[in-house]
């Protein structure tokens, strides 16, 4: 008799990792879900779990063989930290990992982009998602839906760049193929909505659906930047703002077939999503 893989998910409780494990559930996996919270999610295993804390790792890892990676927060060289884990999850017999990355990062760049390029010389089975930025940025707790709630702004340096922002389920939906079809994908997988957006766009989208006026105000990269750096480390708030000038200069300024291909259905778009949250919250 074999036993049902169980899938180990990191930051069971955020924006993906939280939809990622849903949806496996859902499926009919087996998960162990790992976070800081004590918070439950239904239908898995909870266990502790803290980047920073290597007496959580063993217990998370037991008897998992594949596992849904989200780096950790704030962290400008992810790779320190989470390159230990991997040789030891490898060596505890996972044989599938899935890491959350980002568009703006490719491979054997700053930050998780190193763990990028670590990942397939430890791991047969693998997969690197690289999301747009999440639609749920200006609808969760992120720093635009605060702005956006408290006073109607969204304050960028994206000028009038575009964007092709992707919503979370969607890309939940592609981690649950990586992590579970029989072949992995063994690749970086771009990911976004099906239309590039920039954020004077995102404004009339909210104004249009809410009711409420939001409008863009636009940042120079130095005005972000020391804005920034009253709620994160310098380096970060310098990272954070190069990300909103390389927008304004074209980076992410597409549109991939990537979640179609994987789940069969298209992306949702910006204005379904909106509507669906008011649904929810009516």
Known sequence: MTTAPTTLVIGATGTTGGRTAAQLTAGGHRVRAASRRATPVAGTEHVPFDWYDPATHAAALDGVDRVYLIPPLGDSDPAATMLPFLRGARAAGV????????????????????????????????????PSWFMQNFTGTHAHALSIRDEGVIRTATGTGRVGFVDAEDIAAVAVRALTDEQAPNTDLVLTGPEALGHDDIATIITDVTGRPVVHHRLSYEELRDRLTTQVPVEFAAMLAGMD????EGAEDR???????????????????????????G
């Open 95 to 130: 044989r599938r990992a899935v890491l959350l990355s980002s568009s703006a990062i490719p491979e054997g760049g700053p930050a998780v982009g190193k763990v990028h390029q670590a990942l397939p010389g430890l791991f047969e089975q693998w997969a690197v998602l690289r």
């Open 255 to 281: 549109v991939t077939g990537t979640v179609h291909r994987l789940t069969g259905r298209p992306p949702r778009t910006f204005r379904s999503l909106l509507e669906r949250e008011m649904r929810y919250s």
């Open 245 to 248: 000038r390389a927008i304004a």
